[in-house]
């Protein structure tokens, strides 16, 4: 891996930043088990990410704005996968060979550019963010044409500090996820004996959140000790979140997954909780528990809904 930075400061109160990092990996995997000759990998990945961003500080406003190009390019292979020559008529196996299998062969592009405004007024400070990016998303495995779209995404947060030990914060996010393909599942799926390939339904839409979050914090600060507590609410709203549909094998034993959008949607919900202690400079306390439900809107694999 690879990155550089520049900043230069065009006045005491602003700020160009530039940026590009770059990454290359080429990792050999082992999925099987009983020195199975089937089950070995390679993956192949180079990605990226290059921009810009202008900050001003004015008084209590702060505004950020910029450009952002982030891609890849990404290969899977298993190695020596065994692939079956069926006899229908004898209904028996007449050959086996052990050809390199492609799993996953997809590129992608995102361009964007977003905008930052914070601004402080006594016990309140505001925040409030746009983004827009287009992303195209081609899978070379795959006969449909390239995925792509252009996706508006704001945020807003605000804090109030009730008084000196006490912060609240309320804030709502927009995000999404580009229709890809390739996830660790896959290693899982093809070290069995059926070939699985993955495949993007021509339809397939990005998957968009709509999160919302509130939290309260409390901080006692004494001479030599210090105790913060947290208490984190969040709700998220997914839609069009991504589902497979399973094929059926075909008379080699390969399995087509298509990646599908779940019309019933999703929500992801709970209650996060924080604790801090430094009872002197020397020592620090921490720990944190989550309660957290994460179901779709309708039953899938397995008749089940939680994921």
């Known amino acids: ?115 930052q405004w914070e601004r402080r007024m006594g016990a309140f400070s505001v925040s409030a963010g746009l983004r827009l990016d287009h992303y195209t998303i081609s899978d070379d495995l795959s006969s449909t044409a390239d995925l792509s779209n252009s996706v508006l995404s704001p945020r807003i947060n605000v804090l109030y500090g009730i008084d000196k030990n006490l912060q609240a914060r309320i804030s709502f996010a927009k995000g999404y996820r580009a229709p890809q393909i390739f996830d660790e599942d896959l290693h899982i799926e093809t070290s069995t004996a059926r070939q699985v390939f993955h495949v993007n339904d021509p339809d397939l839409k990005q998957e968009t959140s709509h999160s919302y979050m509130g939290s309260l914090s409390y901080q006692i600060q004494g001479v030599k000790s210090n105790l913060e507590l947290l208490a984190e609410f969040f709700y998220t709203n997914l839609k069009n979140p991504f589902a497979n549909e399973f094929g059926e094998p075909d008379d080699n034993g390969v399995v087509v997954y298509t990646r599908v959008n779940e019309e019933e949607g999703a929500v992801v919900k709970g209650v996060n909780l924080e604790a801090t202690w430094l009872p002197s400079p020397r020592w620090r306390f921490n720990g944190s528990y989550t309660f957290q439900s994460s179901k779709f809107g309708a039953p899938q694999e397995f008749a089940e809904t939680r994921f």
């Open 1 to 115: 891996s690879v990155s550089v930075a520049y900043q230069l400061y065009t006045a005491p109160d602003q700020e160009l930043s530039l940026y590009a990092a770059g990454q290359s990996i080429n990792r050999d995997s082992y999925y099987g088990a009983e020195q199975a000759l089937d089950a070995y990998g390679n993956t192949r990945d180079f990605s990226f990410s290059a921009g810009s961003q202008y900050k001003i500080v004015s008084g209590s406003n702060n505004l950020i704005f910029g450009a952002e190009m982030n891609g890849g390019r990404l290969e899977d292979k298993k190695l020596g996968y065994r692939t079956f020559e069926f006899d229908t008529d004898a209904d028996e196996v007449v050959g086996i060979d052990h050809p390199n299998t492609r799993v996953a062969d997809q590129r992608t592009a995102i361009a964007g550019i977003f905008s």
